[in-house]
């Protein structure tokens, strides 16, 4: 149980932002070891790139200000931000689009708006939208698990295919992505969007498609491992319990809503928890401290905001999954609930 | 010299119209090329005219063509406006200005939907929305009612360039981006001869799609104006 702690000890240790920022990073290991369990080393060989590239792009930009450039890379937060844009695209995906990504993260969205703490976007969001909206096709090839790849593909064709969109044996990313039935692998929330627009239902699109029974387990493992990841962070806490609980929350009663609606074009909470970027969203990315809202009621109304858009995006929208796009509406909001929910100082009427 | 001349100069209308009423003929025309130019560019230091700016700049074509239809309108709106001077009403001198940039306006759309016809249909609505650029009913307002017709004629020939100039910049570099070429299409607007100015950088599958979108132009146009003051701050502390 938690109480305000209003009686000895009143000094208490305070965590610097890099040793958060460590443990929030490393909170984030057991999934990204299982993704790269089931999908191939390529999400490292991604992190391994984006996290340079942020950090080369962090100190180009703070040497351009004068400002001290190895205690604020210390802080460790170009690394958090690089690491979360790695994780959330596609883990053989070529080389150039995770550079831009983290180079737009770190320079545009973060260091512009004046650096840690005064960036109004959620820097990875930010980026991982740019690269949705500009490369829709590398940013939505997904490759399939390792067990249903149509040809044997090792640790040096993963390299090579994200540097040269090859492998050895001559194979590009796209004669990888479909598999014997001829059938693209997508994610399950990307073959679900698809085979809607095509007309289908639910139960024919999970008839036909193994796809989506194929990818669903491993992506709901990685969801499993990112909801671990963060009970530490809310046990450690890192974060307030406030925004993951009235997101998930939310995210429930809003899907189970639409389900119960139409069940035969919505899909269900479960599937709407589990295979999508929710997880990773309620713990990682909608806690942000610098984005999200400051206020204790705020924080309710920011999940529940960002839930409302997540369930609207996914089933009324163009794109398969919407954390990105929901969480920078929520971002644009935050100056505004944090303005009306400001809590009454102690005291005053 | 433009340069001496600087330091004096605030941006503000009042100190150009001093400089013009004193100074000898040929640093009045310096002054206002260099005012139109660089100092005081409608595109990148007055921010006007940026609904058409950003919304056309997608290629390096369309900007030319918006940039050639803006100076014609621009030169010949102050000219009629410098002549008709005496003759405008002060209190009506906002419905007056319309009109006359209306009608000029109209002319350019036909004339470009007779001989630019494929620049027409692609510049679309941005043709007949000259009219309302703030850019030039403010030249109208601010200089051309109350200076002689050659000064006028200038300054909107300048003022255009230096529109033309970011407009150039800004739809040449998304064109870069997005597409990999410049003055893609360019025949189109000044006829076949002009094929060669095509110029095909680089050629790839995938597009930078966010170059070609209006949220690009936004980022692209911020860096432009960056660029250009830092420019200026290199300036001054060299002074």
């Known amino acids: 149980m938690s109480f305000t702690n209003l009686s000895s000890p009143y000094q208490q240790i305070k965590r610097s932002t890099s040793q958060i920022m460590f443990i929030v990073i490393l909170c984030l290991v057991p999934a990204i070891m299982l993704q790269s369990y089931f999908f191939g080393i390529g999400n490292l060989l991604q992190i391994i790139l984006s996290v340079f590239t942020a950090l080369v792009a962090e100190a180009a930009v703070l040497k351009l200000r004068n400002r001290p450039i190895i205690n604020t890379l210390k802080d460790g937060s170009a690394i958090l931000t690089a690491v979360l844009i790695a994780v959330s695209i596609p883990s053989l995906a070529p080389w150039w689009l995770v550079i831009i990504g983290a180079l737009f993260a770190i320079i545009f969205v973060k260091q512009l708006f004046g650096g840690l703490g005064q960036n109004i976007f959620n820097p990875a969001m930010a980026a991982y939208v740019l690269l949705l909206i500009s490369f829709p096709v590398p940013m939505t090839t997904w490759n399939p698990t390792n067990s249903l790849l149509p040809f044997p593909v090792d640790f040096i064709d993963q390299i090579k295919l994200v540097f040269t969109g090859v492998t050895t044996a001559g194979h590009t990313l796209d004669q990888l992505a479909i598999n014997l039935d001829g059938l693209t692998l997508a994610t399950p929330l990307n073959t679900v969007q698809n085979g809607l627009h095509a007309g289908y239902t639910l139960t024919e699109i999970a008839k036909s498609s193994r796809g989506i029974n194929n990818s669903e387990f491993p992506i709901s493992v990685i969801n499993i491992a990112y909801l671990f990841g963060g009970c530490i962070l809310l046990f450690k806490r890192l974060i307030h319990w406030h925004i993951p609980v009235a997101f998930l929350t939310s995210i429930t009663l809003f899907s189970f809503i639409s389900f119960v609606y139409d069940p035969e074009h919505i899909s269900s909470p479960f599937f709407q928890l589990f295979t999508g970027a929710t997880m990773i969203g309620a713990f990682f990315i909608l806690s942000d401290p610098v984005t999200a809202s400051t206020t204790p009621k705020g924080r309710f109304l920011y999940a529940i905001l960002i839930a409302f858009f997540v369930v609207l995006i996914r089933n009324a929208g163009g794109y398969p999954d919407a954390l990105a796009f929901a969480v920078l509406i929520g971002n644009m909001c935050v100056p505004l609930i944090d303005y009306y929910t400001k809590p009454p100082v102690y005291g005053s009427l | ?239």
């Open chain 2, 1 to 239: 010299m433009a340069h001496s001349n600087e330091k004096t100069t605030s941006d503000k209308q009042p100190d150009v119209q001093n400089k013009l009423n004193n100074d000898p003929k040929q640093s009045i025309y310096k002054e206002l090329m260099w005012q139109g130019l660089w100092k005081n560019n409608p595109g990148v230091v007055q921010l006007l005219g940026l609904c058409p700016l950003l919304a056309v700049t997608n290629t390096a074509t369309n900007a030319l063509g918006l940039g050639i239809a803006t100076t014609a309108v621009l030169v010949t709106s102050n000219t009629v406006i410098s002549l008709l001077r005496h003759h405008i009403p002060a209190t009506l001198r906002i419905p007056i200005f319309v009109m006359i940039i209306a009608s000029l306006v109209t002319c350019v759309q036909l004339l470009m939907n007779a001989y630019t016809y494929e620049v027409y249909l692609s510049l679309g609505i941005f043709i007949p929305l000259i009219v309302t650029n703030c850019n030039i009913i403010g030249r109208a307002e601010a200089f051309a009612s109350k200076n002689k017709i050659t000064h006028s004629a200038f300054d909107g020939l300048m003022m255009g360039l230096g529109f033309s100039c970011v407009l150039m910049i800004l739809g040449a570099t998304r064109e870069v981006l997005a597409q990999g070429t410049v003055f893609d299409g360019i025949q189109t607007l000044l006829g076949g001869w002009a094929a060669f100015l095509t110029v095909h950088i680089y050629h790839s599958e995938t597009r930078f799609l966010l170059a070609a979108l209006p949220p690009g132009a936004f980022i692209i146009m911020g860096i432009i104006i960056a660029i250009k003051n830092t420019i200026d701050e290199k300036i001054d502390t060299k002074r």
